[in-house]
């Protein structure tokens, strides 16, 4: 435990703090390092410098040109296509093909000159010839229609007419007022009327109702309305005392001065100062960035790797 100060425990968590061992070295910059030093020192290898492509033989890698085709015959590209097109003109069985004579140019509408096949039949103008015309026969002959229009008319049908068949004045009328006496006088008794018969769910007049109407109600007296309070004088402003309040301020009362004692200091049989056992403690650690960079970016592979802006 240290003379004076807090315990490497106390201040970081561990029973010791780790030792320095770059304590005394110069400082280097991070910012302004060259990335390979041993780049810059001493002698390197100079190459030659760029050579521009000319007419000379300097700006090739070997020392005189080489011919692709060494010792290759001379060909003459106009005697080869000759004999190519005397080869291919023995394959002919005839004569070439002539035309007899030029295109033919048309020299108006309507006309077929310059065409291949002439003129069609089908497309001519002219008329054909007509024969002579035949009436139609006569239309068949039949009786003149009767006048009438069959309302009070005898005798304007296809048929025969129909006899006249006698019918009662309003002989239905009076077979449903007999069935309807049959039926009165084998009733016995009146109609039968349930009380549990259906209602709609809301009447016809919503504001119609069975209960008797309450008493009207009384109305309330109306209370005089009193004056509102007006104070004698208008609210007074504090400036530093106490004008505008209801009291005076309040007369001074003497407190004697009492010095207050501390609370005796708890020591042990030793004579020394108690302190409590301090709580769990944080120590620095590294983050998650700054691991995985390490790991992606060591001295196996910092050469090799390229990064990425």
Do not use: W
């Not at 910059?29 to 492509?53: C, D, I, V």
């Not at 005697?79 to 002919?92: F, G, T």
């Not at 019918?167 to 049959?182: F, I, L, P, R, T």
């Amino acid at each position: 435990m240290p003379a004076e100060g807090k315990t490497d425990m106390e201040r970081i968590g561990l029973f010791s703090e780790m030792e320095y061992v770059t304590i005394g070295d110069k400082y280097a910059s991070h910012y302004m390092r060259p990335f390979n030093e041993a780049a810059s020192k001493n002698k390197q290898m100079l190459p030659g410098g760029t050579k521009m492509l000319s007419a000379l033989q300097a700006g090739y890698f070997e020392p005189q040109f080489v011919r692709v085709f060494e010792g290759e015959a001379y060909s003459n590209p106009v005697q080869l296509r000759r004999r190519y097109r005397l080869v291919e003109s023995k394959k002919n069985v005839g004569k070439a093909f002539l035309p007899s004579n030029g295109v033919k140019l048309p020299c108006g509408m309507g006309t077929y000159y310059g065409t291949i096949g002439g003129p069609y039949p089908f497309f001519s103008a002219q008329l054909r010839g007509k024969t002579a015309y035949a009436p139609p026969g006569k239309n068949l002959y039949t009786s003149p229609g009767k006048k009438g229009t069959g309302y009070g008319y005898p005798n304007l049908t296809i048929g025969k007419q129909y006899p006249h068949s006698s019918d009662v004045y309003e002989s239905g009328k009076m077979n449903a007022k007999k069935v309807h006496e049959d039926h009165l006088r084998l009733v016995k008794g009146g109609p039968f009327k349930l009380n549990l018969y259906p209602r709609e769910y809301f009447d016809l007049n919503p504001y119609y109702d069975d209960k008797p109407l309450p008493p009207a109600k009384k109305p309330t007296p109306e209370k005089p309305v009193a004056h509102p309070f007006k104070p004698s004088s208008p609210a007074k402003k504090s400036g530093g005392m106490k004008a505008g309040t209801f009291d005076s301020y309040p007369s001074h009362s003497a407190e004697p001065y009492v010095v207050k004692y501390s609370k005796p200091i708890t020591t042990n049989k030793e004579g020394r100062i108690f302190h409590p056992p301090p709580g769990s403690k944080s120590r620095p650690s590294t983050s998650i960035m700054a691991l995985n960079v390490t790991r992606s970016l060591n001295v196996m592979n910092y050469k090799t790797t390229h990064l990425i802006y």
